[in-house]
């Protein structure tokens, strides 16, 4: 017997979760931590950090730009830029109409970058060009490169640092990986001042 409408979309849905959380399973959890604490270090320190992404990862990065500043701003940090490379549509389109749309990320860090900033890269395929672009420029620049990416790739090769999600292609499970990675950074840096702050409390 066929399976009804509603038993179809209950399996679709728990296949979903079991791919999200297959995908948190295999996770190289000591890469993550690395990840985790070089933007958190550039945070504290007050460095720029700039973050490239096509499509839903456009989104993904601009969340990481506003809960990344809200989190710096709470711990007392003196705030570097942190921001999304596809925040400006005005920027976007007249280096994409005046060059190519490969360059659209290019052409924004190297205008902005300095050396020892940090470019985090989103990307499922880790072949975009324009992506790639931003990762070559910012290794000439002395910006580091980390990666969130679907699987080994040329962009792996450009980065410092590569966090391989290995989700099989799926952007969906990859875009919320990507948002936890965004979270995880937010209550890290969150916490340690919370931390500093109760050491502070108790020495009075």
């Known amino acids: ?44 320190n007050g460095r720029s950090i700039f973050i490239a992404g096509n499509g839903g990862g456009s989104s993904v990065a601009e969340h990481m730009a506003c809960d990344w500043r809200a989190a710096a701003r709470h711990a007392g940090h003196r705030i570097g830029e942190i921001s999304s490379l596809t ?3 005005a920027r976007i389109t007249a280096i994409a109409n005046d060059y190519c749309y ?24 880790g072949a975009s060009e324009n992506v790639l672009r931003a990762a070559s420029s910012a290794r ?27 989700v099989h292609g799926d952007y969906g499970v990859t875009e919320d990986l990507q948002s936890l990675f965004t979270h995880m950074v937010a209550r890290v840096v969150r916490q340690v001042s919370t931390h500093r702050a109760s050491a502070e409390k108790s020495l009075r």
Do not use: W
């Open 1 to 44: 017997m066929m399976p009804n409408q509603t038993e179809m979309t209950a399996r679709g849905a728990r296949m979903y979760v079991d791919d999200l959380f297959g995908a948190l399973e295999r996770l190289d959890m000591k890469h993550l931590d690395d990840a985790v604490e070089l933007v958190a270090s550039r945070i504290r």
């Open 87 to 89: 925040e400006n549509t």
């Open 102 to 125: 490969e360059a659209i990320f290019e052409h924004q860090l190297v205008e902005r970058c300095r050396s020892g900033d940090l470019l985090v890269c989103l990307s499922v395929s």
């Open 140 to 166: 000439e620049s002395g910006v580091e490169v980390l990666s969130l990416v679907g699987r080994i790739s040329p962009l792996s090769e450009l980065s410092d640092l590569a966090v391989h999600l290995d």
